[in-house]
């Protein structure tokens, strides 16, 4: 949802008055919104509802009382919002769900059917537990997924093999792509809004955070300050270690070597605070953000607590990464702490057309040779358009284009033994209900509660929408599945 073109269509179709009914029609004090104009409280009222998951219920109340903008609010897929209740992409109130079910009238054979006060659901077992769709795990029990270092690979004197197969990004010239998810980060933080970045293993998270917080070119009036953490290489055991990092990275940005040492989180909440009034704008960037929650000795609800009122007072932002939705990741450790509602999720999946050719042919062509656009398509064909196994799979490509030749049976061959552990840990992400269902062949025009879940896949990037139909993100990961499932 363009939270721009939001914006715009509240600013200059409501006058206050109108902001402030419209506020008490979704329960939100209009007088405790910051702000001391129209804009500004309809800035912050985007960024509590984005916070909440909220946008679609502000959306139909705007459409409500403004039904001209409707055409640029009505989605065609009439199930989209279904696809974010089973991804528990956070609450979803009462109000929201009645008004949604309305959507369904039209597909009555899978929805309960009502007599008097007695409700029944029409069977969904033949399409949940056929014989080819049920998953046996006695049959098919978890494999180990053991990651084998990548084999070097030769290349002629002087040539560097220019993508990555073991690490994530680091160097700006060779990071390629996610330009959505780039625009909505900046958006968000120009804002001081925080933003979780959610996708499956090896889709990209982490070169992402390092580059927004490296080598985006913000504008340098906006003066960010972004500590960078990666937590599963930096053991911090008490929080107050934690903490003097951060104001150490704050501390660096600004061209200073030496930073105050704090001794306690109130401590650290006046430097933010300071920080904020000299100018600048603290971000933290915490990349695996669910090992920040696995370690009892730096999590508490002070520390939470204290997080939430500095994000929500605007003076300070976080950008973290997760495999998970950031509310499902916490209630799994329990904890029950409003903090997620300041973060809206940025969801990384497979890259647009454009940007994965890039990657495939703009790494050689920095090395001064060309990868044809036949061969290009063969290799998004065998890989996907999934940033890691396309790198994997141009890692293998390089050492042929010397010798003037495309993708080999070699190449094949070396790409989808190196993919294997990856795409088992691929599939032990999926829910069991998903397993099932992508252990029958993918039907087209399928019941609502498979194409629901095709719908959800698609968007993890396991499955691609082509008209009617979906078909799996790679040749290789089609042609493991099946004979796994065999």
């Known amino acids: 949802m363009d939270q721009a073109q939001l914006l715009e269509d509240l600013t200059q179709n409501l006058v206050e008055s109108d902001l402030r009914t419209f506020c008490g029609r979704l329960g939100v004090n209009y007088a405790e919104l910051p702000g001391y104009n129209l804009h500004d409280k309809a800035?912050?009222?985007?960024?509590?509802?984005?916070?909440?998951?909220?946008?679609?219920?502000?959306?139909?109340?705007?459409?409500?009382?403004?039904?001209?903008?409707?055409?640029?609010?009505?989605?065609?897929?009439?199930?989209?919002?279904?696809?974010?209740?089973?991804?528990?992409?956070g609450p979803t109130t009462p109000a929201q769900i009645t008004a949604n079910l309305e959507q369904l009238r039209d597909f009555h054979d899978d929805l309960p059917v009502i007599r008097g006060d007695s409700t029944t659901q029409r069977s969904l077992k033949p399409v949940l537990e056929s014989p080819t769709a049920k998953w046996d795990s006695e049959k098919h029990p978890?494999?180990?997924?053991?990651?084998?270092?990548?084999?070097?690979?030769?290349?002629?004197?002087?040539?560097?093999?220019?993508?990555?197969?073991?690490?994530?990004?680091?160097?700006?010239?060779e990071f390629y792509g996610r330009s959505t998810a780039r625009r909505q980060l900046r958006a968000r933080l120009q804002n001081m809004g925080s933003s979780t970045i959610v996708g499956f293993p090896k889709m990209g998270k982490s070169s992402l955070l390092y580059y927004i917080s490296h080598h985006e070119p913000f504008d340098a009036a906006w003066r960010f300050l972004f500590a960078y953490i990666p937590l599963k290489t930096n053991p911090f055991t008490k929080v107050i270690d934690l903490l003097n990092a951060i104001l150490q990275k704050w501390y660096e940005g600004?061209?200073?070597q030496r930073f105050p040492i704090i001794d306690s989180l109130d401590s650290f909440v006046r430097q933010v605070r300071l920080l904020g009034q000299s100018g600048y704008r603290p971000?933290?960037?915490?990349?695996?953000?669910?090992?920040?929650?696995?370690?009892?000795?730096?999590?508490?609800?002070?520390?939470?607590?204290?997080?939430?009122?500095?994000?929500?007072?605007?003076?300070?932002?976080?950008?973290?990464?997760?495999?998970?939705?950031?509310?499902?990741?916490?209630?799994?450790?329990?904890?029950?702490?409003?903090?997620?509602?300041?973060?809206?999720?940025?969801?990384?999946?497979?890259?647009?057309?454009?940007?994965?050719?890039?990657?495939?042919?703009?790494?050689?062509?920095?090395?001064?040779?060309?990868?044809?656009?036949?061969?290009?398509?063969?290799?998004?064909?065998?890989?996907?358009?999934?940033?890691?196994?396309?790198?994997?799979?141009?890692?293998?490509?390089?050492?042929?284009?010397?010798?003037?030749?495309?993708?080999?049976?070699?190449?094949?061959?070396a790409f989808q033994e190196t993919a294997v552990p990856y795409w088992h840990i691929l599939w032990e992400h999926l829910t069991p209900l998903q397993r099932s269902i992508l252990a029958q062949p993918l039907q087209a025009n399928a019941p609502l509660v498979i194409s629901r879940q095709y719908r959800l896949l698609a968007q993890h990037g396991i499955l691609v929408e082509i008209g009617d139909h979906y078909q799996f993100f790679s040749e290789a990961f089609a042609a493991w599945l099946q004979q796994r499932n065999s």
Not at 149 to 168: I, L
């Open 283 to 413: 971000v933290i960037c915490f990349d695996d953000f669910e090992v920040l929650l696995e370690r009892p000795s730096l999590v508490n609800d002070d520390l939470l607590e204290a997080a939430l009122t500095l994000g929500n007072a605007g003076r300070l932002a976080f950008v973290v990464t997760a495999s998970r939705p950031l509310a499902d990741v916490m209630k799994a450790r329990g904890f029950h702490s409003g903090l997620t509602s300041i973060f809206t999720q940025v969801e990384l999946d497979l890259l647009p057309e454009l940007e994965a050719r890039e990657l495939v042919q703009k790494p050689a062509l920095r090395q001064g040779v060309n990868i044809s656009p036949e061969t290009t398509a063969d290799l998004i064909d065998l890989c996907g358009r999934h940033p890691h196994y396309l790198q994997l799979g141009a890692y293998y490509l390089f050492p042929n284009l010397w010798q003037q030749q495309g993708i080999t049976a070699e190449t094949r061959t």
């Open 142 to 173: 978890p494999l180990p997924t053991p990651i084998k270092p990548v084999p070097a690979m030769p290349t002629p004197p002087g040539v560097r093999n220019p993508y990555h197969v073991e690490d994530f990004v680091t160097d700006a010239e």
């Open 254 to 256: 600004m061209g200073q």
């Open 43 to 89: 800035q912050r009222l985007l960024l509590m509802m984005d916070g909440e998951n909220r946008l679609p219920e502000l959306v139909s109340e705007l459409i409500r009382i403004r039904p001209y903008l409707a055409g640029k609010y009505e989605s065609k897929d009439r199930l989209s919002w279904l696809d974010q209740v089973s991804a528990g992409l």
